[in-house]
């Protein structure tokens, strides 16, 4: 059985910065493209960063670029996603999720058939 558990939400003061951690079991990180989405109340879900499965290619929001980095850790089974100058725009709930790929890593959730429960990200200001 897949499961993907994020962790390292949490709250933290705007211009701050933040972590998160995805860890997968159940399936061989190296065969799936890896997302972080994120979801903000009465918004709909989105991208913020995707991975390929051996991390040479990756894919981020407009609103994200160069704050947040994704990287990957196959040995470990691990995602991770390191948020930088954080703002109160970037509170939401961010879940983890793969999809099979042997290219570059899509954007679209509809692409992407595995899920984590999402941890939470406040921003205060």
């Known amino acids: 059985q897949v499961q993907l558990v994020e962790s390292g939400g949490g709250l933290v003061q705007a211009g701050g910065s933040r972590r998160l951690s995805c860890a997968a079991s159940?399936?061989?990180?190296?065969?799936?493209?890896m997302g972080w989405f994120r979801q903000a109340p009465g918004k709909e879900r989105e991208v913020a960063a995707a991975?390929?499965?051996?991390?040479?290619?990756?894919t981020y929001a407009d609103s994200v670029k160069g704050r947040f980095t994704i990287s990957r850790d196959n040995a470990k089974n691990t995602v991770y996603l390191y948020m930088h100058s954080l703002t109160s725009e970037d509170t939401a709930l961010y879940s983890c999720?793969?999809?099979?790929?042997?290219?570059?890593?899509?954007?679209?959730?509809?692409?992407?058939?595995?899920w984590g429960q999402g941890t939470q990200v406040t921003v205060s200001s």
């Open positions: 991975i390929s499965r051996y991390g040479s290619g990756t």
């Open positions: 159940g399936l061989t990180c190296s065969n799936y493209a």
């Open positions: 999720a793969a999809h099979r790929s042997s290219g570059f890593p899509s954007s679209s959730r509809t692409r992407y058939d595995h």
